[in-house]
Protein backbone atom coordinates (compact mmCIF):
# COMPACT_ATOMS: atom_id res chain seq x y z
CA UNK A 1 0.00 0.00 0.00
CA UNK A 2 1.08 3.13 -0.78
CA UNK A 3 2.07 5.33 2.18
CA UNK A 4 0.09 8.30 1.37
CA UNK A 5 -2.48 6.55 0.77
CA UNK A 6 -2.44 4.54 4.20
CA UNK A 7 -2.07 7.48 6.26
CA UNK A 8 -5.17 9.05 4.32
CA UNK A 9 -6.89 5.53 5.20
CA UNK A 10 -5.50 6.11 8.88
CA UNK A 11 -7.20 9.69 9.29
CA UNK A 12 -10.49 8.54 7.41
CA UNK A 13 -10.72 5.27 10.13
CA UNK A 14 -9.69 7.44 13.19
CA UNK A 15 -12.97 9.93 11.84
CA UNK A 16 -15.29 7.45 11.44
CA UNK A 17 -14.39 5.93 14.91
CA UNK A 18 -15.17 9.12 16.42
CA UNK A 19 -18.71 9.81 14.57
CA UNK A 20 -19.51 6.03 15.07
CA UNK A 21 -18.47 6.51 18.43
CA UNK A 22 -21.10 9.43 18.76
CA UNK A 23 -23.92 8.11 17.45
CA UNK A 24 -23.90 4.31 18.01
CA UNK A 25 -21.68 4.05 21.17
CA UNK A 26 -18.10 3.74 22.07
CA UNK A 27 -17.42 -0.09 22.21
CA UNK A 28 -18.43 -0.24 17.69
CA UNK A 29 -16.25 3.07 17.52
CA UNK A 30 -13.07 1.44 19.05
CA UNK A 31 -13.61 -1.02 15.98
CA UNK A 32 -12.26 1.58 13.61
CA UNK A 33 -9.68 2.48 16.41
CA UNK A 34 -8.50 -0.40 15.99
CA UNK A 35 -8.41 -0.96 12.53
CA UNK A 36 -6.88 2.49 11.93
CA UNK A 37 -3.72 1.17 13.76
CA UNK A 38 -2.42 -0.97 10.75
CA UNK A 39 -1.98 1.50 8.33
CA UNK A 40 -0.56 4.07 11.09
CA UNK A 41 1.84 1.10 11.20
CA UNK A 42 2.68 0.80 7.61
CA UNK A 43 3.18 4.52 7.61
CA UNK A 44 5.68 4.05 10.28
CA UNK A 45 7.37 1.28 8.17
CA UNK A 46 7.73 3.59 5.17
CA UNK A 47 8.81 6.72 6.88
CA UNK A 48 12.29 4.85 7.73
CA UNK A 49 13.34 5.62 3.87
CA UNK A 50 11.31 8.93 4.17
CA UNK A 51 8.04 10.53 2.17
CA UNK A 52 6.36 13.97 1.45
CA UNK A 53 3.05 14.84 -0.09
CA UNK A 54 -0.62 16.02 0.45
CA UNK A 55 -2.69 14.33 2.23
CA UNK A 56 -6.80 15.96 2.96
CA UNK A 57 -8.19 16.76 -0.33
CA UNK A 58 -10.65 19.32 1.19
CA UNK A 59 -8.09 20.73 3.48
CA UNK A 60 -5.04 20.52 1.75
CA UNK A 61 -2.34 19.26 4.58
CA UNK A 62 1.61 18.99 3.06
CA UNK A 63 3.45 15.90 5.25
CA UNK A 64 6.60 15.10 5.64
CA UNK A 65 7.55 11.85 7.38
CA UNK A 66 11.30 11.17 8.36
CA UNK A 67 12.59 8.62 10.21
CA UNK A 68 12.11 10.43 13.23
CA UNK A 69 8.47 10.70 12.71
CA UNK A 70 8.48 7.09 12.03
CA UNK A 71 9.98 6.01 15.04
CA UNK A 72 7.01 8.12 17.00
CA UNK A 73 4.19 6.86 15.12
CA UNK A 74 5.59 3.06 15.40
CA UNK A 75 5.02 3.64 18.90
CA UNK A 76 1.45 5.91 18.17
CA UNK A 77 0.25 2.77 16.30
CA UNK A 78 1.38 0.26 19.15
CA UNK A 79 -0.12 2.36 21.87
CA UNK A 80 -3.65 2.66 19.20
CA UNK A 81 -3.58 -0.71 18.68
CA UNK A 82 -3.35 -1.80 22.41
CA UNK A 83 -5.41 0.91 23.76
CA UNK A 84 -8.76 0.30 21.06
CA UNK A 85 -8.80 -3.52 21.86
CA UNK A 86 -8.52 -3.11 25.59
CA UNK A 87 -11.47 -0.78 25.50
CA UNK A 88 -13.45 -3.38 23.33
CA UNK A 89 -14.19 -5.04 27.18
CA UNK A 90 -14.25 -2.48 29.66
CA UNK A 91 -16.67 -0.78 30.98
CA UNK A 92 -15.85 2.91 31.14
CA UNK A 93 -17.71 5.22 33.75
CA UNK A 94 -18.79 8.21 32.55
CA UNK A 95 -20.58 8.80 28.71
CA UNK A 96 -19.21 6.02 26.14
CA UNK A 97 -20.39 7.99 23.30
CA UNK A 98 -17.98 11.14 24.25
CA UNK A 99 -15.20 9.14 25.45
CA UNK A 100 -15.20 7.62 22.23
CA UNK A 101 -15.22 10.88 20.80
CA UNK A 102 -12.26 11.98 22.00
CA UNK A 103 -9.72 9.03 22.15
CA UNK A 104 -10.38 9.04 18.80
CA UNK A 105 -9.89 12.50 17.43
CA UNK A 106 -7.28 12.88 20.08
CA UNK A 107 -4.97 10.13 18.37
CA UNK A 108 -5.86 11.56 15.03
CA UNK A 109 -4.47 14.96 16.06
CA UNK A 110 -1.96 13.00 17.21
CA UNK A 111 -1.26 11.05 14.02
CA UNK A 112 -1.60 14.86 12.02
CA UNK A 113 1.03 16.44 14.55
CA UNK A 114 3.83 13.53 13.74
CA UNK A 115 3.26 13.63 10.04
CA UNK A 116 2.64 17.31 9.16
CA UNK A 117 6.06 19.63 7.68
CA UNK A 118 3.14 22.63 8.01
CA UNK A 119 3.87 25.42 11.26
CA UNK A 120 -0.14 26.02 10.97
CA UNK A 121 -1.28 22.42 10.75
CA UNK A 122 1.03 21.62 13.72
CA UNK A 123 -0.97 23.93 15.52
CA UNK A 124 -4.03 23.34 14.44
CA UNK A 125 -3.22 19.68 15.75
CA UNK A 126 -1.48 20.66 18.98
CA UNK A 127 -4.81 22.59 19.97
CA UNK A 128 -7.01 19.88 18.68
CA UNK A 129 -5.10 17.42 21.08
CA UNK A 130 -5.75 20.32 23.97
CA UNK A 131 -9.49 20.17 23.55
CA UNK A 132 -10.17 16.37 22.87
CA UNK A 133 -7.84 14.87 25.88
CA UNK A 134 -10.09 18.13 27.88
CA UNK A 135 -13.41 16.67 26.77
CA UNK A 136 -11.87 13.47 27.98
CA UNK A 137 -10.96 14.42 31.30
CA UNK A 138 -14.45 16.54 31.76
CA UNK A 139 -16.40 13.59 30.29
CA UNK A 140 -14.84 10.89 32.91
CA UNK A 141 -17.37 12.21 35.74
CA UNK A 142 -15.13 10.99 38.33
CA UNK A 143 -14.67 12.88 41.76
CA UNK A 144 -12.46 16.28 40.91
CA UNK A 145 -12.83 15.59 37.41
CA UNK A 146 -14.09 19.71 36.51
CA UNK A 147 -11.28 20.69 38.13
CA UNK A 148 -8.77 18.82 36.46
CA UNK A 149 -9.98 19.54 33.49
CA UNK A 150 -10.47 23.36 33.94
CA UNK A 151 -6.68 23.20 35.07
CA UNK A 152 -5.68 21.31 32.60
CA UNK A 153 -7.15 23.54 29.32
CA UNK A 154 -5.66 26.51 31.19
CA UNK A 155 -2.33 25.31 30.91
CA UNK A 156 -2.52 23.88 27.48
CA UNK A 157 -4.08 27.26 26.23
CA UNK A 158 -2.16 29.86 28.26
CA UNK A 159 1.45 28.49 28.23
CA UNK A 160 1.33 25.67 25.05
CA UNK A 161 -1.12 26.96 22.01
CA UNK A 162 -0.66 30.87 23.08
CA UNK A 163 3.09 30.58 22.82
CA UNK A 164 2.58 28.16 19.94
CA UNK A 165 0.16 30.93 17.84
CA UNK A 166 3.02 33.75 18.41
CA UNK A 167 5.73 31.52 17.33
CA UNK A 168 3.50 30.66 13.86
CA UNK A 169 2.94 33.98 13.31
CA UNK A 170 6.93 35.33 13.56
CA UNK A 171 7.29 32.31 11.30
CA UNK A 172 5.05 33.78 8.88
CA UNK A 173 6.28 37.47 9.18
CA UNK A 174 9.86 35.44 8.21
CA UNK A 175 8.01 33.67 5.24
CA UNK A 176 7.74 30.58 6.29
CA UNK A 177 5.11 27.81 6.35
CA UNK A 178 7.44 24.83 6.83
CA UNK A 179 10.08 23.84 9.05
CA UNK A 180 12.71 23.92 5.98
CA UNK A 181 11.43 27.41 4.97
CA UNK A 182 11.62 28.19 9.00
CA UNK A 183 15.16 27.04 9.26
CA UNK A 184 16.05 28.72 6.22
CA UNK A 185 14.58 32.16 6.77
CA UNK A 186 15.74 32.55 10.99
CA UNK A 187 17.53 35.80 10.07
CA UNK A 188 14.25 37.42 9.05
CA UNK A 189 12.48 36.98 11.82
CA UNK A 190 11.41 40.30 13.35
CA UNK A 191 12.92 39.17 16.64
CA UNK A 192 16.05 37.25 18.75
CA UNK A 193 15.88 33.59 18.40
CA UNK A 194 15.84 33.57 21.85
CA UNK A 195 12.29 34.30 22.11
CA UNK A 196 11.84 31.44 19.20
CA UNK A 197 13.53 29.08 21.76
CA UNK A 198 11.04 30.33 24.74
CA UNK A 199 8.19 29.90 22.77
CA UNK A 200 8.43 26.63 21.46
CA UNK A 201 9.68 25.45 24.90
CA UNK A 202 6.46 26.92 26.77
CA UNK A 203 4.62 24.80 24.25
CA UNK A 204 5.30 21.86 24.40
CA UNK A 205 6.98 21.45 28.09
CA UNK A 206 3.48 21.98 28.93
CA UNK A 207 2.32 19.19 26.17
CA UNK A 208 4.83 16.86 27.95
CA UNK A 209 4.36 17.65 31.79
CA UNK A 210 7.56 18.68 32.38
CA UNK A 211 8.52 21.26 35.10
CA UNK A 212 7.07 24.09 35.69
CA UNK A 213 4.52 22.87 33.78
CA UNK A 214 3.57 18.89 35.60
CA UNK A 215 0.88 20.29 37.81
CA UNK A 216 -1.86 18.86 35.38
CA UNK A 217 -0.43 15.60 35.22
CA UNK A 218 -1.73 13.94 38.53
CA UNK A 219 -4.55 15.56 38.75
CA UNK A 220 -5.29 14.67 34.89
CA UNK A 221 -4.48 10.76 35.72
CA UNK A 222 -6.43 10.69 39.17
CA UNK A 223 -9.53 11.94 37.05
CA UNK A 224 -9.23 9.68 33.69
CA UNK A 225 -10.33 5.79 33.99
CA UNK A 226 -6.69 4.03 33.51
CA UNK A 227 -7.40 2.59 30.04
CA UNK A 228 -7.41 6.46 28.85
CA UNK A 229 -4.01 7.26 30.12
CA UNK A 230 -2.15 6.21 27.52
CA UNK A 231 -3.91 8.79 25.56
CA UNK A 232 -2.06 11.41 27.70
CA UNK A 233 1.02 9.39 27.72
CA UNK A 234 0.97 9.53 23.75
CA UNK A 235 0.45 13.43 24.17
CA UNK A 236 3.91 13.37 26.34
CA UNK A 237 5.27 12.02 23.65
CA UNK A 238 4.43 15.02 21.31
CA UNK A 239 5.86 17.10 23.61
CA UNK A 240 9.27 15.71 23.34
CA UNK A 241 8.79 14.94 19.73
CA UNK A 242 7.82 18.38 19.33
CA UNK A 243 11.05 20.42 21.06
CA UNK A 244 13.28 17.49 19.66
CA UNK A 245 11.95 18.40 16.22
CA UNK A 246 12.63 22.25 16.86
CA UNK A 247 15.67 22.34 18.27
CA UNK A 248 17.61 19.38 16.24
CA UNK A 249 15.96 20.50 12.80
CA UNK A 250 15.44 23.88 13.04
CA UNK A 251 16.66 26.07 15.48
CA UNK A 252 19.98 26.29 15.51
CA UNK A 253 21.88 24.54 18.34
CA UNK A 254 22.52 25.98 21.47
CA UNK A 255 24.56 24.85 24.91
CA UNK A 256 22.42 27.84 26.98
CA UNK A 257 19.33 26.15 25.97
CA UNK A 258 20.72 22.49 26.49
CA UNK A 259 21.34 23.26 30.10
CA UNK A 260 17.72 24.52 30.54
CA UNK A 261 16.26 21.93 29.25
CA UNK A 262 18.51 19.16 31.41
CA UNK A 263 17.94 21.26 34.37
CA UNK A 264 14.26 21.37 33.91
CA UNK A 265 13.94 17.67 32.76
CA UNK A 266 16.48 16.95 36.11
CA UNK A 267 14.06 19.20 38.43
CA UNK A 268 10.74 17.03 37.16
CA UNK A 269 12.75 13.89 38.42
CA UNK A 270 12.02 15.30 42.08
CA UNK A 271 8.20 14.95 41.40
CA UNK A 272 9.02 10.88 42.31
CA UNK A 273 9.37 11.99 46.02
CA UNK A 274 5.72 12.77 46.33
CA UNK A 275 4.66 9.27 45.53
CA UNK A 276 5.69 8.31 49.22
CA UNK A 277 2.19 10.96 50.38
CA UNK A 278 -0.46 8.29 47.83
CA UNK A 279 -2.11 5.70 48.58
CA UNK A 280 -4.18 6.57 45.42
CA UNK A 281 -2.46 4.35 42.86
CA UNK A 282 -3.26 6.34 40.07
CA UNK A 283 -1.64 9.64 41.69
CA UNK A 284 1.05 7.40 42.94
CA UNK A 285 2.42 6.37 39.12
CA UNK A 286 1.31 9.64 38.00
CA UNK A 287 4.56 11.11 39.94
CA UNK A 288 6.51 8.29 38.36
CA UNK A 289 5.24 9.56 35.68
CA UNK A 290 6.77 12.73 35.46
CA UNK A 291 10.15 11.63 36.74
CA UNK A 292 9.97 9.72 33.71
CA UNK A 293 9.57 12.11 31.21
CA UNK A 294 11.68 14.42 33.16
CA UNK A 295 14.33 11.85 32.46
CA UNK A 296 13.58 11.99 28.95
CA UNK A 297 14.34 15.98 28.62
CA UNK A 298 17.19 15.94 30.97
CA UNK A 299 19.03 13.40 28.41
CA UNK A 300 17.82 15.71 25.57
CA UNK A 301 19.35 18.77 27.06
CA UNK A 302 22.56 17.15 28.20
CA UNK A 303 22.76 15.65 24.33
CA UNK A 304 22.78 19.55 22.97
CA UNK A 305 25.59 20.53 25.34
CA UNK A 306 27.95 17.54 24.87
CA UNK A 307 27.67 17.32 21.37
CA UNK A 308 30.14 15.01 19.19
CA UNK A 309 30.08 10.89 20.28
CA UNK A 310 28.71 11.49 23.82
CA UNK A 311 25.96 14.04 23.09
CA UNK A 312 24.46 10.94 20.14
CA UNK A 313 25.41 8.15 22.88
CA UNK A 314 22.80 10.34 25.13
CA UNK A 315 20.29 11.08 22.87
CA UNK A 316 20.06 7.75 21.60
CA UNK A 317 19.11 7.08 25.43
CA UNK A 318 16.86 9.65 25.40
CA UNK A 319 14.65 8.38 23.17
CA UNK A 320 15.13 4.42 24.14
CA UNK A 321 13.26 6.28 27.58
CA UNK A 322 10.76 7.76 25.96
CA UNK A 323 9.90 5.36 24.43
CA UNK A 324 10.07 2.45 27.16
CA UNK A 325 8.25 4.55 29.85
CA UNK A 326 5.46 4.89 27.33
CA UNK A 327 5.28 0.88 27.14
CA UNK A 328 5.85 0.08 30.90
CA UNK A 329 3.07 2.90 31.91
CA UNK A 330 0.41 2.00 29.44
CA UNK A 331 0.89 -2.04 30.73
CA UNK A 332 0.57 -0.41 34.36
CA UNK A 333 -2.42 1.85 33.82
CA UNK A 334 -3.75 -0.79 31.30
CA UNK A 335 -3.34 -3.21 35.21
CA UNK A 336 -5.15 -0.86 37.04
CA UNK A 337 -8.33 -0.48 34.75
CA UNK A 338 -9.06 -3.87 36.30
CA UNK A 339 -9.66 -2.54 39.55
CA UNK A 340 -11.74 -0.43 37.95
CA UNK A 341 -13.30 -2.11 35.56
CA UNK A 342 -15.27 -3.76 38.86
CA UNK A 343 -16.04 0.24 40.08
CA UNK A 344 -13.47 0.01 42.59
CA UNK A 345 -11.11 2.52 42.99
CA UNK A 346 -7.49 1.36 42.63
CA UNK A 347 -5.29 2.28 46.03
CA UNK A 348 -2.98 -0.10 48.12
CA UNK A 349 -5.87 -2.23 49.44
CA UNK A 350 -8.03 -2.78 46.45
CA UNK A 351 -4.80 -3.67 44.07
CA UNK A 352 -5.26 -7.42 46.29
CA UNK A 353 -7.58 -7.99 43.35
CA UNK A 354 -4.33 -8.33 41.24
CA UNK A 355 -1.68 -9.56 43.82
CA UNK A 356 -4.15 -13.19 44.93
CA UNK A 357 -2.89 -15.25 42.44
CA UNK A 358 -3.53 -13.59 39.07
CA UNK A 359 -1.39 -13.95 35.82
CA UNK A 360 -2.08 -9.87 35.42
CA UNK A 361 -0.26 -9.29 38.73
CA UNK A 362 2.98 -10.69 37.28
CA UNK A 363 2.49 -8.41 33.90
CA UNK A 364 2.28 -5.50 36.30
CA UNK A 365 5.10 -6.22 38.33
CA UNK A 366 7.01 -6.78 35.19
CA UNK A 367 6.44 -3.67 34.24
CA UNK A 368 6.86 -1.56 37.65
CA UNK A 369 10.54 -4.00 38.09
CA UNK A 370 11.36 -1.64 34.73
CA UNK A 371 9.72 1.31 36.01
CA UNK A 372 12.53 0.75 39.11
CA UNK A 373 15.49 0.06 36.54
CA UNK A 374 16.09 -3.17 37.77
CA UNK A 375 18.84 -4.71 35.39
CA UNK A 376 17.88 -5.74 32.63
CA UNK A 377 15.08 -3.87 32.11
CA UNK A 378 13.68 -0.77 30.39
CA UNK A 379 14.96 2.19 32.61
CA UNK A 380 17.60 0.22 33.62
CA UNK A 381 18.71 0.14 29.43
CA UNK A 382 17.63 3.32 28.42
CA UNK A 383 19.85 5.47 31.59
CA UNK A 384 22.56 3.19 30.76
CA UNK A 385 23.49 5.22 27.64
CA UNK A 386 22.94 8.87 29.12
CA UNK A 387 25.13 7.83 32.31
CA UNK A 388 27.96 6.64 29.97
CA UNK A 389 27.54 9.86 27.73
CA UNK A 390 27.98 12.14 30.00
CA UNK A 391 30.55 10.23 32.24
CA UNK A 392 32.44 10.77 29.08
CA UNK A 393 32.50 14.52 29.71
CA UNK A 394 34.08 16.35 32.00
CA UNK A 395 31.28 18.74 32.39
CA UNK A 396 30.36 19.41 36.38
CA UNK A 397 27.07 20.57 35.85
CA UNK A 398 25.84 17.57 34.14
CA UNK A 399 27.59 15.42 36.87
CA UNK A 400 25.95 17.20 39.10
CA UNK A 401 22.29 16.33 37.12
CA UNK A 402 23.37 13.02 36.69
CA UNK A 403 24.05 11.91 40.36
CA UNK A 404 20.72 13.55 41.38
CA UNK A 405 19.26 11.76 38.76
CA UNK A 406 21.17 8.58 39.60
CA UNK A 407 19.89 8.92 43.77
CA UNK A 408 16.38 9.96 42.54
CA UNK A 409 15.91 6.37 40.46
CA UNK A 410 16.19 4.51 44.22
CA UNK A 411 12.59 5.86 44.84
CA UNK A 412 10.30 3.89 42.21
CA UNK A 413 11.64 0.70 43.74
CA UNK A 414 11.44 2.00 47.48
CA UNK A 415 7.66 2.51 46.66
CA UNK A 416 6.76 -0.59 45.21
CA UNK A 417 8.17 -2.09 48.50
CA UNK A 418 6.15 0.13 50.52
CA UNK A 419 3.02 -0.38 48.28
CA UNK A 420 4.08 -4.32 49.88
CA UNK A 421 4.71 -3.00 53.10
CA UNK A 422 1.21 -1.32 53.56
CA UNK A 423 -0.84 -3.89 51.76
CA UNK A 424 0.28 -6.51 54.48
CA UNK A 425 0.16 -4.04 57.41
CA UNK A 426 -3.18 -1.79 56.42
CA UNK A 427 -5.35 -3.65 54.40
CA UNK A 428 -6.31 -7.07 56.00
CA UNK A 429 -9.79 -7.20 54.69
CA UNK A 430 -9.58 -10.40 52.29
CA UNK A 431 -10.80 -9.70 49.02
CA UNK A 432 -12.78 -12.55 46.42
CA UNK A 433 -11.19 -12.66 43.43
CA UNK A 434 -12.87 -11.48 40.41
CA UNK A 435 -11.96 -13.00 37.16
CA UNK A 436 -10.92 -10.21 34.86
CA UNK A 437 -11.73 -10.58 31.38
CA UNK A 438 -9.81 -11.86 28.99
CA UNK A 439 -9.40 -8.93 26.10
CA UNK A 440 -7.79 -7.06 29.63
CA UNK A 441 -5.40 -9.23 30.52
CA UNK A 442 -4.42 -10.41 26.89
CA UNK A 443 -3.61 -6.12 26.51
CA UNK A 444 -2.11 -5.58 29.30
CA UNK A 445 0.30 -8.70 28.49
CA UNK A 446 1.26 -7.82 25.37
CA UNK A 447 1.53 -4.33 26.48
CA UNK A 448 4.25 -5.76 29.09
CA UNK A 449 5.74 -8.46 26.89
CA UNK A 450 6.83 -5.86 24.74
CA UNK A 451 8.30 -3.28 27.07
CA UNK A 452 10.26 -5.97 28.41
CA UNK A 453 11.12 -7.77 24.81
CA UNK A 454 12.14 -4.63 23.25
CA UNK A 455 14.27 -3.20 26.25
CA UNK A 456 16.11 -7.02 26.55
CA UNK A 457 16.46 -7.14 22.50
CA UNK A 458 16.55 -3.69 21.83
CA UNK A 459 17.74 -4.50 18.12
CA UNK A 460 14.08 -4.69 17.40
CA UNK A 461 13.62 -0.84 17.35
CA UNK A 462 16.88 -0.46 15.32
CA UNK A 463 15.65 0.63 11.85
CA UNK A 464 13.45 3.06 13.14
CA UNK A 465 16.37 4.34 15.91
CA UNK A 466 19.17 4.01 13.38
CA UNK A 467 17.59 5.96 11.09
CA UNK A 468 16.45 8.88 13.55
CA UNK A 469 19.68 9.07 15.11
CA UNK A 470 21.61 9.26 11.66
CA UNK A 471 19.30 12.16 10.39
CA UNK A 472 20.05 14.00 13.42
CA UNK A 473 23.36 13.42 14.19
CA UNK A 474 24.86 12.10 10.90
CA UNK A 475 26.68 9.27 12.30
CA UNK A 476 25.47 6.42 14.82
CA UNK A 477 27.13 3.74 16.83
CA UNK A 478 28.21 0.94 14.32
CA UNK A 479 27.11 -1.67 16.76
CA UNK A 480 24.98 -1.71 19.74
CA UNK A 481 28.46 -2.16 21.92
CA UNK A 482 29.68 1.48 20.30
CA UNK A 483 26.51 2.47 22.36
CA UNK A 484 26.88 0.64 25.57
CA UNK A 485 30.72 0.03 25.83
CA UNK A 486 31.62 3.10 24.10
CA UNK A 487 33.99 3.52 26.85
CA UNK A 488 35.55 2.75 30.51
CA UNK A 489 32.64 5.36 31.84
CA UNK A 490 30.22 2.59 31.03
CA UNK A 491 31.29 0.83 34.48
CA UNK A 492 30.30 3.97 36.49
CA UNK A 493 27.03 3.83 34.52
CA UNK A 494 26.31 0.63 35.29
CA UNK A 495 27.44 0.67 39.23
CA UNK A 496 24.91 4.12 39.61
CA UNK A 497 22.22 2.20 37.75
CA UNK A 498 22.89 -0.83 39.85
CA UNK A 499 23.42 0.63 42.78
CA UNK A 500 19.62 2.39 42.65
CA UNK A 501 17.33 -0.39 42.98
CA UNK A 502 19.40 -1.98 45.54
CA UNK A 503 18.97 1.34 47.50
CA UNK A 504 15.73 1.86 46.87
CA UNK A 505 14.73 -1.51 47.93
CA UNK A 506 16.59 -1.16 51.62
CA UNK A 507 14.37 2.57 52.03
CA UNK A 508 11.08 0.67 50.97
CA UNK A 509 11.76 -1.19 54.21
CA UNK A 510 11.64 2.12 56.24
CA UNK A 511 8.44 2.85 57.63
CA UNK A 512 7.35 5.58 56.03
CA UNK A 513 6.83 7.93 58.62
CA UNK A 514 10.83 7.89 58.67
CA UNK A 515 11.28 8.37 55.29
CA UNK A 516 9.02 11.21 55.18
CA UNK A 517 11.35 13.08 57.73
CA UNK A 518 14.02 12.65 55.65
CA UNK A 519 12.33 13.89 52.63
CA UNK A 520 10.82 16.55 54.71
CA UNK A 521 13.30 19.50 52.92
CA UNK A 522 12.17 18.21 49.76
CA UNK A 523 8.77 18.32 50.08
CA UNK A 524 9.11 22.06 52.10
CA UNK A 525 10.69 23.08 48.83
CA UNK A 526 8.40 21.56 46.57
CA UNK A 527 5.14 23.18 48.50
CA UNK A 528 6.59 26.61 48.16
CA UNK A 529 6.64 26.15 44.56
CA UNK A 530 3.57 25.23 44.02
CA UNK A 531 2.13 27.76 46.69
CA UNK A 532 3.82 30.09 43.69
CA UNK A 533 2.08 28.99 41.03
CA UNK A 534 -0.74 28.40 42.93
CA UNK A 535 -0.90 32.37 43.41
CA UNK A 536 -0.39 33.14 39.72
CA UNK A 537 -3.49 30.85 38.85
CA UNK A 538 -5.55 31.99 40.95
CA UNK A 539 -5.11 35.24 39.98
CA UNK A 540 -5.74 34.08 36.39
CA UNK A 541 -9.13 32.22 38.02
CA UNK A 542 -10.49 35.04 39.07
CA UNK A 543 -10.20 37.37 36.20
CA UNK A 544 -11.44 34.60 34.22
CA UNK A 545 -14.57 34.59 36.33
CA UNK A 546 -14.76 38.26 36.09
CA UNK A 547 -14.39 39.36 32.01
CA UNK A 548 -13.89 36.40 30.30
CA UNK A 549 -17.14 33.97 31.74
CA UNK A 550 -19.62 37.07 31.30
CA UNK A 551 -18.38 36.39 27.61
CA UNK A 552 -19.30 32.77 27.44
CA UNK A 553 -21.98 32.32 30.00
CA UNK A 554 -25.52 33.84 30.46
CA UNK A 555 -24.58 35.18 34.07
CA UNK A 556 -25.60 38.47 35.70
CA UNK A 557 -23.67 41.09 36.73
CA UNK A 558 -24.28 40.86 40.25
CA UNK A 559 -24.16 37.02 40.59
CA UNK A 560 -20.30 37.45 39.68
CA UNK A 561 -18.83 38.46 43.16
CA UNK A 562 -20.72 35.30 44.37
CA UNK A 563 -19.26 32.34 41.81
CA UNK A 564 -16.02 31.45 43.96
CA UNK A 565 -14.64 28.97 42.07
CA UNK A 566 -14.69 27.45 38.04
CA UNK A 567 -17.44 24.79 39.35
CA UNK A 568 -19.69 27.37 39.94
CA UNK A 569 -19.69 28.51 36.40
CA UNK A 570 -20.99 25.16 34.54
CA UNK A 571 -24.28 25.56 36.41
CA UNK A 572 -24.90 29.31 33.78
CA UNK A 573 -26.40 28.18 30.60
CA UNK A 574 -24.32 28.86 27.38
CA UNK A 575 -24.85 32.28 25.58
CA UNK A 576 -25.90 32.04 21.81
CA UNK A 577 -22.59 30.98 20.11
CA UNK A 578 -22.11 33.61 17.23
CA UNK A 579 -19.25 35.41 15.14
CA UNK A 580 -19.14 38.27 17.86
CA UNK A 581 -17.89 35.82 20.63
CA UNK A 582 -14.59 35.11 19.08
CA UNK A 583 -14.20 38.15 16.45
CA UNK A 584 -11.86 40.07 18.89
CA UNK A 585 -9.62 37.00 18.82
CA UNK A 586 -9.35 36.85 14.85
CA UNK A 587 -8.87 40.94 15.32
CA UNK A 588 -5.91 40.53 17.09
CA UNK A 589 -4.34 37.70 15.20
CA UNK A 590 -4.91 39.58 12.06
CA UNK A 591 -3.37 42.99 13.93
CA UNK A 592 -0.14 40.48 14.94
CA UNK A 593 0.05 39.29 11.50
CA UNK A 594 0.44 42.40 9.74
CA UNK A 595 2.63 43.39 12.91
CA UNK A 596 4.80 40.75 11.38
CA UNK A 597 4.74 42.43 8.32
CA UNK A 598 3.49 38.84 6.74
CA UNK A 599 3.03 38.81 2.73
CA UNK A 600 1.46 35.05 2.53
CA UNK A 601 -1.88 34.68 1.64
CA UNK A 602 -2.08 31.80 3.53
CA UNK A 603 -2.10 33.42 6.70
CA UNK A 604 -5.88 33.46 6.80
CA UNK A 605 -5.67 29.38 7.03
CA UNK A 606 -4.10 29.80 10.70
CA UNK A 607 -6.94 32.42 11.47
CA UNK A 608 -9.71 30.09 10.66
CA UNK A 609 -7.98 27.18 11.99
CA UNK A 610 -7.52 28.78 15.26
CA UNK A 611 -10.91 30.03 15.28
CA UNK A 612 -12.79 26.93 14.44
CA UNK A 613 -10.43 25.34 17.16
CA UNK A 614 -11.64 28.03 19.70
CA UNK A 615 -15.13 27.77 18.50
CA UNK A 616 -15.02 23.85 19.28
CA UNK A 617 -13.65 24.78 22.64
CA UNK A 618 -16.50 26.81 23.47
CA UNK A 619 -19.12 24.25 22.12
CA UNK A 620 -17.87 21.46 23.95
CA UNK A 621 -17.63 24.00 27.04
CA UNK A 622 -21.49 25.07 26.52
CA UNK A 623 -21.95 20.66 25.59
CA UNK A 624 -20.65 19.44 29.10
CA UNK A 625 -21.36 22.31 31.62
Request: some cysteine.
Amino acid sequence: MEPLIALELSLALLLTGALVSLFKGGRLGYLFTLSASVPIFLVSIAGIDGFKGEVLPFLPTGVDVDPLSALFLMLLAFLTFALSLYLLDYRARGDERYLGLSVNMALLSALLFLVTDDLERLTLAYELFAVFTFVLILTSETKGSRKAAWRYIVLTQLFGIIPLLIATSLAHSAGALTFGELRENLANLPVGLWVMYALYLSAFLVRAGVFPFHTWVARAYRSVPSPFIPVFIAGEGLGFYGLLRMIEFVLPASRTVGYVIATLGAVSAFATLYSFREIRMKRKFAHHSIMDVGIAFFALGASMVLGGTAGTIVLIGALLHILYQALYKSAVFFGLGAIEHYGEEPNICSIRKLLRGHVISLLISLSVFSMAGVPPLAAFVSKWPVFEGIAMSKDILLWLMMLTVAFLSLFPMASILQIRRLNRELCKREVERDEIPLMIRTVTGIVAIAGFTVAVFPLLLHPWLASAIEEISGSIPESPAGVFFASPSFVLAVALLVAAPIAGWKVGKVPTERVSELLLIFYNAGDILREAFGFFLDEFRKAYIRYVLPVIKVVPRHEIPDIGDVDDAFDYPVRHLDEAMFMPLIKAVERLARWGRSRNLDMNALIGGFAVAMALLIVLLGVFA
